[in-house]
T-cell receptor, first 113, second 112 residues
């Protein structure tokens, strides 16, 4: 079965630093998503991306966050100036169309010190 | 406010037994409801997807039911296996929206 991959698996950074989380969605998928899960809490939607632009974003996705699909295969999430509360598992997902099954990646655990 | 509530929070059952997990939602307008399985430290994996017009959907030993009138769904697991130990998450999608509303999950532990 095709897989969504994410790198790195674990990222440790100092507060105030910029981080870029990388994802390679399934090749023929058109919809891309980022979610986060703070330890012990539920998964929360951050942003959806379609046709090279953001189609929806949550209140969490403020000006510190940005997404990009730089080369047609990678899908990145950038956090400009990390805060302690950004520590979480970040999941990338992709789907073939808007209402079909989403495939999640294994996640990147971000730890902000 | 759009919410997805699940019960119980956690459940321990013996291997081979059946169990049923519950989900109540207030998400409106409702498009479809999904159940996901999430192993610790891993991404969620889709088990079933149901539109508002479907009452039941099966995937192997997993059977999901949906009552759109009462806004309730259940996930029934038959003949549980040790590998079923995971969090089971109910997820609801708004009509016209492009994001998922996640429940808090039920942590299932299957013991030998």
């Amino acid at each position: 079965e095709p897989e969504v991959t994410q790198t790195p698996s674990h990222q440790v950074t100092q507060m105030g630093q910029e981080v870029i989380l990388r994802c390679v969605p399934i090749s023929n998928h058109l919809y891309f998503y980022w979610y986060r899960q703070i330890l012990g809490q539920k998964v929360e939607f951050l942003v959806s991306f379609y046709n090279n632009e953001i189609s929806e974003k949550s209140e969490i996705f403020d000006d510190q966050f940005s997404v990009e699909r730089p080369d047609g295969s990678n899908f990145t999430l950038k956090i400009r100036s990390t805060k302690l509360e950004d520590s979480a598992m970040y999941f990338c997902a992709s789907s073939g169309d808007r209402y079909s099954r989403e495939f999640f990646g294994p996640g990147t655990r971000l730890t902000v010190l | 406010k759009n919410q997805v509530e699940q019960s119980p929070q956690s459940l321990i059952i013996l291997e081979g037994k059946n169990c049923t997990l519950q989900c109540n939602y207030t998400v409106s307008p409702f498009s479809n409801l999904r159940w996901y399985k999430q192993d610790t430290g891993r991404g969620p994996v889709s088990l079933t997807i149901m539109t508002f017009s479907e009452n039941t959907k099966s995937n192997g030993r997993y059977t999901a039911t949906l009552d759109a009138d009462t806004k309730q769904s259940s996930l029934h697991i038959t003949a549980s296996q040790l590998s079923d130990s995971a969090s089971y998450i109910c997820v609801v999608i708004l009509t016209g929206a492009n994001n998922l509303f996640f429940g808090t999950g039920t942590r299932l532990t299957v013991i030998p």
